[in-house]
């Protein structure tokens, strides 16, 4: 076996390791090139301004690819209750050959060693975690749109090495149109009867007031905890502006007290369902097609991607008459086309955020995906991820 480092005039090999695994997995659905390219381009990813990366493929002596690995570290990564410097490793694709494993992993820790690392979490992303983080280790069924897909014997591969599960990452899904349960429309009612509480969904002629909504209760309900940032308005407002082109009004949703944002419920299609037709490229040509798949195929998908009280309001009903709205308003409507609903993945360190996603209704846990933690002092004692409190 040999051990290629990747450099930008060899990535297109980077990519192939996964094409070629995957050829024949009819759940998988290629990730855009372009996505996989820009994690490894110090222009596009700020994630470069704290720390450095290297890439590696794995072939045969007959140049077959049997894997794929990278390795990062980032002073900027930091989890809850760490007491040493922990790097990462990502992007892993291997053949079910421990031996090819064990040295794609090897080469990691190597690497992060000599940079002073003392430990490696994986697999996960060079920046962002709402985006290729945690091993799929249940419900193997066609990724969201930048989520991480792999069989289930990579488990077994990283557990075999020594990795143990740092924390899951629970997604919970629903079938949209599904009754609500009794107690949600009790709890809605009661909100629904004072004329100080008030919904409204986005709209895209009026992003700023909403950006600034979705800012204030997001500063209000995440900010400081887990290591998360206050955000701005301005940085809202951009995300809204790239969401743009795939957004659907009608499934992004606030309420209100005295016309001010105490919760919002932020959702888009499920992009992935569009873009498994276009086979990992996004040129001209690809996104006249998207936008035809886009104008004549409904998506019948849509995906949860933030959904939050005010502490002020939470456990008080408020999250019952945020989903009360939105069903009420279009979800459960005839003019919606959605038949299905995954939200992504909450840490099981947070109860409290698993306790509000199984408030909604007819939810069931629809994968699971893992963050494992390789230490390399093996006597050294092992600690999960601690619970949020």
């Known amino acids: 076996m040999q051990l290629i480092a990747i450099t930008p005039p060899t990535s297109k090999l980077f990519i192939n390791v996964a094409v070629q695994l995957y050829q024949k997995d009819a759940n998988w659905i290629r990730p855009l090139d372009k996505d996989i390219n820009d994690i490894f381009d110090d222009k596009k990813n700020k994630a470069f301004r704290f720390g450095s990366l290297q890439r590696w493929v794995l072939q045969d002596n007959s140049g077959k690819l049997l894997g794929r690995i990278a390795a990062f570290v980032n002073s ?76 289930p014997y ?46 409204a969904y986005v709209k895209k002629n009026n992003f700023k007031k909403f950006a600034a909504d979705f800012a204030h209760v997001y500063n209000a309900a995440w900010a400081g905890h887990g290591g998360q940032k206050e955000i701005s308005t301005e940085q809202v407002l951009l995300m809204f502006k790239k969401m743009k082109p795939v957004m659907d009004e009608k499934i992004l949703w606030f309420i209100y007290e005295n ?17 498994k037709h276009l086979d990992g490229q996004f040129g001209f040509i690809q996104k006249l097609k998207f936008l035809f798949i886009k104008a004549s195929r409904p998506n019948k ?20 008459y945020l989903i009360g709205e939105a ?9 919606s086309p959605y038949i299905d609903f995954e939200m992504q993945w909450i840490g099981d360190f947070n109860p409290k955020m698993l306790n509000v996603a199984g408030s909604l209704g007819n939810v069931a846990e629809s994968r699971r995906l893992s963050t494992y933690r390789y230490l390399f002092d093996r006597e050294k004692a092992f600690k999960p991820h601690p619970v949020l409190i």
């Open 327 to 335: 069903c009420k308003g279009y979800i459960h409507t005839k003019k």
């Open 76 to 151: 900027k990564y930091k989890n809850k209750g760490d007491e040493m410097p922990v790097g990462g490793m990502g992007f892993f694709e291997c053949t079910n050959n421990q031996d090819a494993a064990n040295l794609l992993l090897d080469t990691a820790k190597k690497w992060l060693q000599d940079k002073g690392m003392q430990a490696m979490d994986g697999p996960i992303n060079f920046g962002e975690r709402d985006k290729w983080w945690g091993l799929v280790t249940s419900g193997f069924q066609e990724p969201l749109y930048c989520m991480n897909y792999n069989p």
């Open 154 to 199: 990579y488990r077994i591969l990283l557990e075999n090495y020594g990795f143990k599960v740092f924390y899951n990452q629970v997604c919970f899904g629903m079938q949209p149109k599904s009754t609500l349960s009794e107690k949600i429309w009790q709890r809605h009612a009661e909100f629904a009867a004072n004329p100080v509480f008030s919904s």
């Open 301 to 320: 998908k849509f995906v949860g991607l933030v959904f939050g009280i005010v502490p002020q309001w939470q456990g008080k009903g408020a999250d019952a």
């Open 259 to 275: 016309n001010t944002a105490i919760g919002l419920f932020v959702n888009l299609p499920d992009i992935n369902q569009w873009f």
